[in-house]
């Protein structure tokens, strides 16, 4: 732990109002959360292009940037997931303060650990959205073939089967991939967003 006592933050000129100037938008989190293979990488992928040809400066923070990288002496035990979203809510901080608009792909399974990077980052500048898709769905596209391996007990604690999955109760936006296809949720993120990143 850090002697908190003896850190004195500074106030920098160059502030995140002055940088929002510079790159003409304001930024936000949009917080993807859903079960394995409900379509949060896929529609992350889309509304960065869309953000992108838009004129939108943005960055996606997934698994695989992340977990390869940052977090790559994490595990999956309850300490370590902990400490996973700990650490990407606090670099979304810090993007958040550089302008930046971020997305971030994870399950996010617990209230608590999205209300903790809602509240780091401040409500004004947190969107949940609620990648919704049925269990029965997900484990019949099976993309990254996770759950044959849950099924064949390879993997424990995996969301959805034998660790829960706690629905956001007021998620900023709830999109359904079972019955919208790719373009229509990311359609319906783009247009409730672009009210918030416009300047
Ligand atoms: P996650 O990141 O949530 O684990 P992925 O995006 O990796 O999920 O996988 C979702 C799979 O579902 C992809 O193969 C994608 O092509 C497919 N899919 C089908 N319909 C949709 C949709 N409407 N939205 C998102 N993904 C969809």
Known sequence: ??????LFPHNHFVNSELRQKLINQRPLL????????SGKSTIANVLEKKLYENG??????DGDNIRVGLNNDL????EDRKENIRRI????????????IVITAFISPFEEERDFAKKLVKKENYFLVHVDCSIEKCEERDVKGLYKKVRKGEIKNFTGIDSPYEEPKN????????????????EKIFSVILEK???
């Open 1 to 6: 732990m850090n002697n908190s006592k003896n």
């Open 30 to 37: 949009i917080w993807l959360s859903g079960l394995s293979g």
């Open 56 to 61: 939108f400066l943005s960055y996606l923070l």
């Open 75 to 78: 595990g999956f035990s309850d």
């Open 89 to 100: 809510a606090e670099v979304s901080k810090l993007m958040i303060d550089a302008g930046v």
């Open 171 to 186: 998620p900023s936006l709830k999109i359904n991939t079972e019955n919208e296809t790719v373009d229509e949720s990311v």
């Open 197 to 199: 990143i416009k300047v």
